[in-house]
């Protein structure tokens, strides 16, 4: 009995997650039988679930904060429609807050068209949940073809799509140091997570074929600026005193929510089953063009449709058999629906460009911090990557402080 219990402890040190493991990547296993020490070992692939439970406890989580905040920090009373922000996604309430703004003369009448049905910032909203869906299942698309650390460096000039789009689609005017502050900062991230030690690199299936990821890649970063730019579009429009940062993500969890729930429904591997069958029928209509063997590689092979369980209720099933991975799986929206608030609330103060030069930063500072408690090393021109950052954030700094000493100072001469 001894020497079971000692098998037993010795498969679930086997299967301990390591500190940078993550939900999708822990091996979970029953452990509960001592007749088979290693019982079942399953990895969670339900992202779209994980993406829908971390949706619906933002919504939870962000709700309850701006109940809280709103009744806190007004003196007269509001409606929970109001404090929530919903009363400005209905087409009248939408038009009274563009009155109110100026944006829209107050004898325009009722709203007319498809704004009768569905308010112009709804319809913001879903264009917005929609491309954000998009862009994430093509970023996952695009690790077949290339591998995560190049993705990853790719996604370090984030900043030019953002303003690229804002400038494009909204023919906003940025100060020129802003340029500079963009091309400063990309730069040193480049610099730092592309000359650093080169790792060897297991090539996956279908690397062969990277053209085709940088090409998602590309159209996943375009989507991503035109995410931002519209946010930024929204609070430029209504306000941040009719539409807050957090409303916007109260309102953008519900939509993701109720779009990853109808994929929920659907069965499990329909999507894969989908891609694999049109790559494969264009391959049949192309062969032997030499397009017809990039689509497919080596498998000619009809793929099989999917099973008929909605990948809900798999999803639920594998929750049951492992709870550890549902403690995981909560934890996981928690942290997440918690980072999102603050996420929102920079949006809404500082704009898109600041959030994004916070996210792309933030794996330099959290090497530098890895330097100092770890004792890592840095390649030399690592830090010459470092040194462009930080040069380019001081401007930006500098240039902040400046522009608030001039403001302070035109106010005491109108004082005055």
């Known amino acids: 009995m001894a020497k079971q ?3 037993v402890q010795l498969a679930m ?4 997650r390591e500190p940078s493991d993550t939900v999708t990547s822990t091996v979970y296993t029953t452990g509960r039988d001592v007749h088979d020490p290693l019982g079942e070992h399953e990895k969670f692939e339900y992202g779209v679930l994980l993406n829908a439970v971390q949706a619906l ?3 939870l989580a962000v709700s309850i904060y701006l109940l809280v905040t709103s009744s806190s920090g007004t003196g007269h009373k509001q409606s929970w429609m109001s ?3 919903l009363d400005v996604l209905t087409p009248r309430g939408c038009q009274q807050a563009l009155v109110a703004r100026g944006k829209e003369s107050s004898v325009a009448g009722e709203p007319k068209g498809v704004n009768r049905i569905v308010s112009p910032l709804l319809q913001q909203y879903l264009m917005i949940s929609a491309m954000q869906s998009t862009g994430s299942w093509l970023s996952i698309v695009s690790l077949r073809f290339l591998s995560f650390p190049a993705i990853t460096l790719a996604k370090s000039s984030k900043l030019v799509p953002v303003l690229l789009m804002n400038v494009l689609l909204y023919r906003r005017k940025f100060a020129p140091y802003k340029y500079a502050v963009v091309f400063l900062v990309t730069l040193g991230v480049y610099m730092f997570m592309a000359l650093g030690k080169a790792k060897a690199k297991k090539q996956g299936p279908g690397s062969s074929h990277g ?8 159209i996943h970063l375009l989507l991503d600026g035109t995410i931002n730019s519209t946010q930024d579009n929204v609070f430029a429009t209504y306000g941040t005193d009719l539409v807050t940062g957090t409303q916007m993500m109260l309102v953008m969890n519900a939509i993701s929510a109720s779009y990853m729930s109808f994929a929920l429904l659907l069965p499990e591997g ?13 391959a049949q209509l192309l062969h032997p063009h030499w397009i017809a063997a990039m689509l497919v590689g080596d498998s000619w092979v009809r793929p099989l449709p999917p099973s008929y369980t909605p990948q809900l209720v798999a999803g639920a099933q594998f929750l049951l058999r492992h709870p550890d991975a549902a403690l995981d799986v909560a934890m996981y929206a928690m942290a997440g629906a918690a980072g999102q608030i603050a996420i929102f609330e920079t949006l809404e103060r500082f704009g898109s460009l600041t959030l994004v030069s916070i996210t792309v930063t933030r794996k330099l500072f959290t090497m530098l911090l890895s330097i100092v408690v770890y004792q890592h090393h840095l390649q030399s021109m690592q830090w ?19 522009q608030s000493a001039a403001a302070r100072a035109a106010r005491a001469s109108k004082i005055q």
Do not use: P
């Open 211 to 218: 053209h085709i990821g940088l090409i998602l890649l590309a």
């Open 270 to 282: 329909l999507g894969t089953f989908v891609v694999s069958y049109v790559r494969w029928a264009s």
């Open 13 to 16: 040190r086997k299967v301990r």
């Open 83 to 85: 404090r929530l922000g």
């Open 5 to 7: 219990n000692g098998v």
């Open 57 to 59: 406890f933002s919504c």
């Open 384 to 402: 010459v990557g470092i040194a462009i950052v930080f040069s380019g954030l001081f401007l930006e700094v500098r240039e902040k402080q400046r």
